[in-house]
């Protein structure tokens, strides 16, 4: 990240009005630069690595591959480029799950401009931006899913019912109403928790823990 005064942005959504409006950042914020926008994972990768953002504001429902996947993708490739989460729907596991990912905060939809540029200068300084309620909730969440098995979350228990009945990870896509990419990155996250290396694997575990 650089030291300038100027943070440097890159939008990610994929509702032209969500970028429309957020574009507006520099007037809140003098500080604030939009450097480019995407609206979707592909474009918002390229884009990142040509401009090479302090910060990008990435949605984490988007068609196709979703904001999560991108999230992971950016944070390991650039990891000098913070990512803030974007969502509309407010949903505490959502976030604990950017989080995850590597986002160091979290700005709703719903959230005033003057909010999302306090996020960006938060986050530009190197710190976290997730806001009183938001983090109480992942703090709740966090504590929670550590008592449970394994630490797994409840999608993360779904998958892997639906694993020990025998469907693909295309049928699970469809089943849970998620991208396939989504699936995939549920999977990467059990193995490493239940120390699997492949799907049968998790299932054997699974059985042998009454996790199915």
Do not use: W
Not at 119 to 127: K, L, N, T
Not at 138 to 153: H, S
């Amino acid at each position: 990240m650089t030291s300038i005064s100027t943070i440097r942005v890159l939008l990610v959504d994929d509702h032209p009005a969500v970028i429309l409006g957020y574009r507006c950042l520099s007037d809140v914020s003098p500080r604030i630069e939009i450097v480019a926008t995407a609206s979707n994972s592909a474009d918002a990768l390229v884009l990142a690595h040509i401009h090479h953002p302090d910060i990008i504001l990435m949605d984490l429902q988007m068609d196709g591959v979703d904001g999560l996947h991108t999230t992971r993708k950016i944070r390991a490739e650039l990891p000098a480029t913070a990512v803030i989460a974007v969502s509309g729907v407010g949903n505490r596991s959502r976030v604990v799950e950017a989080i995850i990912a590597g986002a160091a905060g979290y700005v709703d939809k719903e959230d005033s401009l003057h909010v999302a540029a306090a996020a960006i200068e938060v986050v530009a300084a190197g710190g976290a931006a997730l806001g009183p309620k938001m983090a109480q909730a992942v703090l709740d969440v966090i504590r929670e899913t550590a008592q449970r098995p394994f630490g797994l979350t409840d999608k993360e228990r779904t998958v892997i019912g639906y694993l020990a009945a025998g469907l693909t990870y295309a049928e699970i896509s469809k089943r849970m109403d998620i991208h396939r990419h989504t699936v995939e990155n549920h999977i990467s996250a059990i193995k490493g928790k239940l120390g699997a290396r492949q799907p049968a694997d998790i299932i054997q575990i699974a059985h042998e823990n009454g996790l199915c």
